[in-house]
């Protein structure tokens, strides 16, 4: 971010969008920025300006007379920005630098790894950190990419959807011989579960519409799905757990098979930032372009 006497230019930049796309919104999907923080960013600018650029006309913004005087001389000069670094980046060859990537074991294992090791053959100047965990932390640096499922606590950032996950309900057929049948929503509450984080509301879909909210009690909680589907073939409990790693030789059994807990969506999350660096623009791009190809979609 470049400061100026009146504060951010990024803020100048996300000014000049808004009024250039025509609305608030068309601005943020432009620059994968959530709304909110556009709005709050702009706020802080009219007040540091003490001026009034905006102003709701129905459910949009638009300019006050004040904002296009001030939007008629700021473009050009954001554009002779933006060229100016595309230029240096179309001159840049040969990508380089670090990026660290954290995300949780299975999805590396999943589908990452083949993206990754592509593209330090296409980059062999990158140089990668990647860390396999469950508990995962916002980015820190400008360097920094998080694959999650969970963006609770990374306002600010840029969290753009990745893939989906569709969940159902699993248990082993010795732990059902214990339990009986189940038949029924409500039969879901009493059982022991097994789970990848503490969560306690379930909710369950029939189809595509919401059908209930169960709340459960796990018994066991371990943050990597392979141990969790393993925990569950051995009798602890059920589970909900995503179809694509359910193979037909697990010993498992789906439970209500009209019902399901839903998609799950994944993201991937990275410091807000009008100009990133390259290595991680084309390994975000990468990472998009996996998720897209049929076969891999297929398997959702």
């Known amino acids: 971010m470049v400061n100026s006497t009146f504060g951010n230019v990024d803020d100048l930049y996300l000014f000049c969008s808004v009024v250039e796309e025509g609305s608030l919104l068309a601005a943020s999907r432009k620059l994968h920025l959530p709304v909110s923080t556009m709005s709050r960013r702009l706020t802080a600018l009219e007040q540091r300006l003490g001026m009034r650029l905006l102003e709701k006309h129905g459910r949009e913004l638009v300019p006050t007379q004040t904002g296009l005087t001030a939007f008629s001389h700021l473009n050009s000069g954001m ?5 100016g670094l595309q230029a240096l ?3 840049s060859k040969q990508v380089e630098g670090q990026i660290r990537l954290v995300m949780p074991h299975s999805f590396y294992q999943g589908f990452v790894a083949s993206v ?3 593209f330090m053959r296409d980059h062999p100047k990158v140089k990668l950190n990647i860390l396999l965990n469950q508990g995962l932390s916002a980015p ?4 920094d990419l998080v694959i999650t499922f969970d963006i609770k606590g990374m306002d600010g950032m840029i969290a753009r959807p990745f893939f989906s996950a569709k969940h159902a309900f699993f248990a082993s057929p010795e732990y059902l011989k214990q339990v ?4 029924e929503i409500n039969d879901l509450v009493n059982l022991e579960w097994v789970s990848l984080a503490q969560d306690t509301d379930i909710p369950i879909y029939r189809g595509d519409k919401p059908e209930d909210l169960i709340s459960v009690k796990p018994r066991l909680v371990v943050n990597d799905i392979n141990a969790v589907i393993q925990a569950v073939e051995n009798g602890f409990g059920i589970a909900s757990l995503p179809l694509r790693h359910i193979q037909k030789e697990r010993n498992l059994i789906r ?3 009209d019902y399901h807990r839903g998609k799950r ?3 991937l999350v990275y410091k807000q930032r009008t100009y990133q660096p390259k290595a991680l623009t084309l390994l975000v791009n990468a990472l998009i372009e996996r998720v897209s190809e049929k076969h891999f979609a ?3």
């Not at 554009?79 to 060229?83: A, G, N, T, V, Y």
């Open 79 to 83: 554009e002779q920005i933006e060229l």
């Open 89 to 91: 980046n179309a001159q």
């Open 116 to 118: 990754i090791e592509q």
């Open 140 to 143: 820190e640096t400008d360097r």
């Open 180 to 183: 009986g049948q189940i038949t």
């Open 255 to 257: 439970i209500l098979p």
């Open 265 to 267: 969506q994944s993201y």
């Open 298 to 300: 297929a398997k959702q």
